[in-house]
């Protein structure tokens, strides 16, 4: 048997497809099996780390005691035990034997996450210079993400060695709190130029603001000259930081293989900035784009949007963007957006529109009608007693994204009962067409008054070809809503979608336990959380 187990697992696509179906706390059990046992199923139990320290109580150990010993038998298995670990995220502080010197080092270490807390009663908070030794003796990283660190003075000095020990670093995410000065920001660009990935965010809400002076604009205009396109790797960009206005042009001036940008929330004097002209000549490459600034004017927005579509030209390369997530202000909803994002329906593959005011009925139309590549879209709808669809003119009109797979629409009901007519004939209609989009595995509804009634007697019968649904999401049921409920038309869903893994939102009422209960019994394996249903 032991050299029967030694010759099976001794391949690795064996052990890959065993591994997939267990749960860490098997792998835990499998490890004390036999030495056989041992070797083969430690790498994957060790190769994702994780420590969460936020309920533990000051000074308490909980690392592995392994990790802790550096000498004879136990030293031995605690580099094996190194050799597997190919990620760790820590939550919290530091755990104490990762910063000490004789902190192991992970050879194969290729992710590293840090989501730093301030102090409170659980333990001292991390420096950022404990985080920047853990990096230097682990050369091999790829991926790093520090979040929450406070820096100081000496900060972009020691930032800038390890950056020289990271050969191998494409993806760098660092959020930090303090005050950098302007030529300390562009040093930092310089130093990540190598990568594929930065983003980089700076709160310096604590901090008064200090205007620069001659000397120290003259400084960065020498500096920003230094950065050369033809050294800049970056394909992933986010910049956030109170310099964004000064530093983004120029940056993206340098940034010819930018893939996704990444527009962050503006303050007042820096919403004003226009980058559309330096996105349409620099960045010719630009997929995909998020624009989370709702201070941002509504014409910068359309025209940076409109700075990403093909023009036509022979010598163009601009291929459109396959993804947009932007954020709208109050007020009416611009025309001109909807129409400069419909300029990419060719290319278009993941929409996400999330404004204050919600969108008409209409405009969900316009966009279904055209988007024949989308496989995400999440939007917010709104029902007047006018909804702006003449339903005998859309009945026999099809949606065209058939590829759909997410599809998440939060419904605001703003009719009185005498306009509610049209609203329940445009979701009669939505649930027929969702009804045919075969490929669709997540559907996620917030809903008003107007979403319950069409629910039970056409929600399912819309749906019922859904074959592939794998997360279903309702929420917004009123109390009467609920008890409507039974087990019938529960035992309905899970036999129309046999992959059905979340049903979330239906069963959370007071009213329906004994069927939530019911359910779980039936069906263990079905999540009925609620954690991720907002739009």
């Known amino acids: 048997m032991k050299q029967a187990a030694s010759t099976v697992f001794s391949i690795p696509l064996i052990l890959d497809l065993v591994t997939l179906h267990l749960a860490p706390m098997d792998l ?10 041992w070797s083969a199923f430690v790498p994957y139990l060790w190769k994702d780390v994780r420590f969460s320290n936020l309920t533990r ?20 298995r605690r580099l094996y035990y190194c050799y597997s670990v190919t990620s760790i995220q820590v939550v919290g502080f530091l755990p104490l034997w990762l910063t000490l010197s004789t902190a192991p080092v992970f050879p194969r270490l290729r992710r590293f996450r840090l989501l730093s807390q301030d102090w409170d009663d659980i333990g001292a908070p991390t420096t950022m210079s404990q985080a920047l030794d853990i990096l230097e003796a682990n050369t091999t990283l790829r991926e790093i993400d520090l979040s929450y660190l406070n820096v100081g003075q000496d900060f972009m000095p020691r930032f800038q060695r390890t950056m020289d020990h990271l050969p191998v670093l494409t993806q760098l995410v660092l959020n930090i709190r303090g005050r950098l000065p302007l030529l300390h920001h562009l040093y930092l660009l310089e130093a990540c130029q190598r990568l594929e990935k930065l983003h980089f965010s700076i709160d310096t809400s604590s901090y008064e603001y200090r205007a620069l002076d001659q000397q120290e604009l ?17 394909k992933d960009l986010l910049l956030n930081t109170d310099f964004f206005g000064l530093i983004m042009p120029g940056y993206l001036q340098r940034s010819p293989r930018l893939e996704r940008l990444i527009i962050p929330k ?17 960045c010719p490459g630009l997929k995909h784009l998020e624009i989370r600034s709702a201070q941002m004017w509504m014409t910068s927005q359309t025209e940076v949007i409109s700075a990403c579509s093909p023009s036509g030209d022979p010598g163009d390369i601009r291929p459109g963007l396959e993804s947009l997530t932007i954020r709208l202000g109050r007020g009416l909803f611009p025309s001109i957006v909807i129409d400069a994002i419909l300029d990419h329906k060719g290319t278009l593959t993941s929409l996400s529109i999330v404004q204050n005011s919600p969108l008409p009925a209409s405009t969900l139309q316009r966009i279904v009608k055209v988007c024949a590549h989308l496989r995400t879209l999440m939007i917010r709808v709104i029902f007047s007693n006018a909804i702006g669809i003449q339903m005998n003119v ?42 045919t989009i075969k490929t669709l595995e997540v559907l996620s509804f917030q809903m008003g008054l107007a979403g319950w009634v069409p629910l039970r007697h056409m929600f399912l019968n819309g749906l019922e070809h859904l074959f592939n649904l794998r997360r279903l999401r309702v929420f917004g049921l009123h109390k009467e809503e609920a008890s409507m409920l039974d087990k019938r038309l529960v035992q309905t869903m899970l036999d129309r979608w046999p992959r059905l893994e979340q049903l979330g939102g239906l069963l959370e009422s007071p009213r329906t336990k004994r069927l939530s209960e019911w359910v779980m019994k039936k069906r263990p394996d079905l999540d009925l959380t609620t954690l991720d249903h907002e739009l």
């Open 218 to 234: 003259e400084m960065y205009q020498d500096q920003m000259s230094r950065i050369k396109a033809e050294m800049n790797n970056i």
């Open 266 to 282: 503006l303050s007042t004097a820096n919403a004003r900035i226009d980058l559309s002209e330096t996105i349409r000549v620099n």
């Open 394 to 435: 859309i009945q026999n009109e099809q949606w065209s994204c058939h590829c759909l797979q997410t599809f998440s629409i939060l419904f605001e009901d703003r009719c009185t009962e005498p306009g509610r007519e049209s609203a329940m004939g445009f979701l009669q209609y939505m649930y027929a067409q969702l009804g």
């Open 57 to 76: 109580q000051e000074g308490s150990d909980f690392a592995p005691s392994l990790l802790s010993e550096s000498e004879g038998m136990a030293g031995e």
């Open 28 to 37: 835990s059990q499998c490890v004390l099996v036999c030495r056989a046992f």
